[in-house]
């Protein structure tokens, strides 16, 4: 399985963005997707993320309300849609992967399998 994320940039704040993982995997319809973020000096953190089927999704407080996430199962795509975008979200954008059955897990290491990162910085 492989992810590639694209799609970020350098925005001012307010701005929106949207990023894409591209999955490639035999059922791409098996595997949850999640995005998380890590900025300088911090940890990966879990930003948002979707169920197989796409019928549900899970939100960081940080983000619900600006940020939604949806999938192309036809085109084996996860798309990010960021809005009102702040300094803080600034950070390297990762989409990852996983077979988890119960629900959208949060945890890093639930995650088998990661794309390599995009950067989205914010200006204030």
């Known amino acids: 399985v492989q992810l590639q994320a694209s799609g970020g940039g350098l925005v001012q704040a307010g701005a929106s963005l949207r990023l894409s993982c591209a999955v490639s995997?035999?059922?791409?319809?098996?595997?949850?997707v999640g995005w998380f973020r890590q900025a300088p000096g911090k940890e990966r953190e879990f930003v948002i993320g979707?169920?197989?089927?796409?019928?549900?999704?899970r939100y960081a407080d940080s983000v619900k309300g600006r940020f939604t996430i949806s999938r192309d199962n036809a085109k084996n795509t996860v798309y990010l849609q960021m809005n009102s975008l702040k300094p803080e979200d600034t950070a390297v954008y990762y989409c990852?992967?996983?077979?988890?059955?119960?629900?959208?897990?949060?945890?890093?290491?639930?995650?088998?399998?990661w794309g390599q990162g995009t950067q989205v910085t914010v200006s204030s």
């Open positions: 990852a992967a996983t077979t988890w059955r119960l629900g959208v897990p949060t945890i890093i290491t639930y995650y088998a399998y």
């Open positions: 979707i169920a197989s089927s796409g019928g549900s999704t």
């Open positions: 995997a035999r059922t791409f319809s098996d595997y949850v």
